[in-house]
């Protein structure tokens, strides 16, 4: 059912520059679905709303599903993880949280994606001297998108 949906909704689509991160589907009625957009340079709720109706049009004429159902589409909020390649580029600048698949957590300021390797300025602390209060620094770091279990945007208020 989830990859007729993807097949709908990216019918729908007709920007190439909007990509599906995530399509979530209840099968039991009341149905939900729930697409979550995202685009190269973000997207505007004008961009959801227009692909909002375009995939409840399409559901009209090719029923997937009967009964009734609640359809949103939306984008990644501030707080959700970052979980395509393709959301990184537009975060270049930005300090990330990255959780690797090893359990390692990394901080740092995103800088370019070579490939699928993301360059970061990363932040570590050390402790010099007889001063016990750790000192922040940073060092170049690479990592390579596999080895990513979730990413986030850490958001600033300065």
């Given at each position: 059912m989830l990859d007729k949906l993807r097949q709908v909704v990216e019918h729908c689509i007709e920007d190439p520059q909007v990509f599906i991160v995530n399509i979530d589907f209840k099968a039991t009625p009341p149905h939900n679905l729930t697409v979550i957009i995202d685009g190269d340079e973000g997207v505007t709720i004008r961009t959801c709303a227009d692909l909002s109706r375009k995939v409840g049009e399409a559901l009209e004429e090719t029923p997937l599903f009967e009964?009734?159902?609640?359809?949103?589409v939306t984008s990644p909020g501030a707080e959700e993880a970052l979980s395509l390649l393709r959301q990184y580029p537009q975060h270049i600048g930005r300090k990330l949280r990255i959780?690797?698949?090893d359990g390692k957590e990394r901080k740092g300021k995103l800088q370019s994606i070579e490939g699928e390797?993301?360059?970061?300025?990363?932040e570590y602390e050390?402790?010099?001297?007889?001063?016990?209060?750790?000192?922040?620094?940073?060092k170049p770091a690479q990592i390579a998108f596999q080895n990513i279990d979730k990413s986030f945007v850490e958001l600033s208020f300065k």
């Amino acid at each position: 059912m989830l990859d007729k949906l993807r097949q709908v909704v990216e019918h729908c689509i007709e920007d190439p520059q909007v990509f599906i991160v995530n399509i979530d589907f209840k099968a039991t009625p009341p149905h939900n679905l729930t697409v979550i957009i995202d685009g190269d340079e973000g997207v505007t709720i004008r961009t959801c709303a227009d692909l909002s109706r375009k995939v409840g049009e399409a559901l009209e004429e090719t029923p997937l599903f009967e009964g009734a159902y609640l359809l949103e589409v939306t984008s990644p909020g501030a707080e959700e993880a970052l979980s395509l390649l393709r959301q990184y580029p537009q975060h270049i600048g930005r300090k990330l949280r990255i959780l690797q698949t090893d359990g390692k957590e990394r901080k740092g300021k995103l800088q370019s994606i070579e490939g699928e390797n993301l360059h970061i300025t990363e932040e570590y602390e050390v402790v010099e001297g007889k001063s016990k209060k750790p000192k922040v620094k940073f060092k170049p770091a690479q990592i390579a998108f596999q080895n990513i279990d979730k990413s986030f945007v850490e958001l600033s208020f300065k």
